[in-house]
């Protein structure tokens, strides 16, 4: 019989889902009895000021607030808040802390990534000479180009205002070549083969090298890989998969460079990196962060992630031509994800038309589509080497952000969508 087939499947994704459905039936009845006796859930501090919070499947984005803070974080953070401390001693400190935990011979908490990769450009430039730090933006008489690997990109502002001079480069060999008098970095976000390329050349010349692998944690042991490796210098974003304090970041690496980047940063005044201040509390947090990492089973970890995707895939699995795949990338941003599609022209339904009604719910949800809202969109226009990209077939929902519980009202809401979608298309 023509569709037996599919029949049949769709059957077995029902089967599959039944339980699931089960447990959204039970809690929609317990909800409808809570309001009807009037039960409401206190507000929390966003909604007193009218600010909705959103179930976050798109990731740890920084205009969605990064991640959410281990909660050993939050208790050393108001620890940290009830003392006051010398900023300078306590950063020297933690370096030599740092350096327990990774191997790397030092290490600062900076203003996030972008704050690392500003606090190591002036450490390259002016080092620990209070003229030249005072004198900086102005370069006049320093080693100031830095070599950017692979082209310009949305974050390069951050090297640029220290007032170094972008030398771009795509290939090991045209790093090679850059590589002159005045270079006083060489910058990369690349991994693997390439990296090693890009820092047998940074050796060679001896020219210092950060590696930004902002989105790098997990896997935690990258902290160690780094150091291992003899990269000068390396950072990761605190706010994202550290689980620190969202306006923190990580720099570590050599111990002159990072007394230089310190110098070079608040609390020092005419430092040009001043204003990328963190307080004692990131500096606690950033660090608590860390040590909570290096603790943890990633093991049982990834296995409560991947549970969390397969629940939405079981429930959107229902809806007729819906096909899921999950994956784990593997540079950077590392969290079991779940792909979903459907055929965009025959359904009349887009993947920006489903981002946006899922945005629009209530809760709010995020998913990962083809926008970026918090893309200053002259870096694409401005930028020689952007090119155009087709726009992405499928949504994604990153585990890692889905806090426990979400993924039920997830899966609910994507196959309420969707299905009505397809039934308007059939």
Not at 175 to 194: C, H, P, R, S
């Amino acid at each position: 019989m023509p569709g037996s087939g599919s029949s049949r499947r769709t059957f077995v994704k029902f089967l599959a889902a039944a339980p699931l459905l089960t447990q959204i039936a039970a809690r929609d009845l317990y909800a409808q009895a809570a309001t009807a006796m009037g039960v409401g859930a206190p507000q929390n501090v966003y909604a007193r000021l009218g600010v909705k919070t959103v179930i976050n499947c798109r990731g740890t984005w920084t205009y969605l607030s990064g991640s959410l803070e281990f909660p050993e974080v939050s208790q050393a953070q108001r620890e940290a808040g009830e003392y006051f401390v010398n900023m300078l001693e306590l950063q020297r400190a933690v370096g030599r802390r740092l350096s327990e935990l990774t191997g790397a011979e030092s290490g600062i908490v900076t203003s996030g990534s972008a704050g690392a990769m500003s606090a190591a450009t002036a450490a390259c430039m002016a080092g620990t000479d209070d003229k030249l730090i005072w004198q900086l933006p102005d370069t006049a008489g320093m080693k100031h180009e830095v070599v950017m690997t692979g082209g310009r990109s949305a974050f390069d502002s951050a090297i640029r205002l220290t007032g170094a001079k972008l030398v771009l480069a795509q290939s090991p060999q045209e790093v090679a070549n850059a590589v002159n008098a005045n270079t006083a970095m060489i910058y990369t976000t690349n991994l693997g083969e390439k990296l090693q390329q890009e820092l047998a050349i940074a050796k060679e010349r001896k020219v210092p090298m950060l590696l930004d692998d902002a989105a790098g944690i997990p896997p935690v042991d990258n902290a160690k890989l780094y150091a291992r490796m003899g990269i000068d210098m390396y950072c990761f974003s605190g706010g994202k998969g550290l689980r620190g304090p969202q306006c923190s970041g990580l720099l570590l690496g050599r111990k002159d460079l990072i007394e230089a980047a310190l110098l070079n940063s608040s609390p020092r005044e005419g430092a040009v990196c001043r204003p990328m201040k963190v307080g004692k509390e990131e500096v606690i947090g950033c660090l608590t962060a860390l040590e909570t990492w290096l603790k943890i089973d990633e093991k049982k970890l990834y296995e409560e992630w991947n549970a969390r995707i397969d629940r939405i895939r079981k429930l959107v699995e229902t809806v007729p031509g819906v096909t899921t795949s999950t994956y784990v990338p593997d540079d950077g941003n590392r969290y079991p994800t779940l792909r979903v599609k459907w055929d965009q022209q025959a359904w009349g339904f887009s993947i920006s038309d489903c981002a946006r009604e899922l945005r629009a719910s209530d809760p709010i949800i995020e998913v990962l589509g083809a926008d970026n809202p918090s893309l200053v969109t002259a870096v694409r226009e401005g930028n020689p080497n952007s090119k155009e990209r087709k726009g992405p077939d499928h949504i994604e929902l990153v585990s890692m952000t889905i806090k426990p519980g979400e993924e039920m009202i997830v899966g609910q809401r994507l196959r309420a969508v969707l299905s009505s979608a397809q039934k308007k298309a059939a």
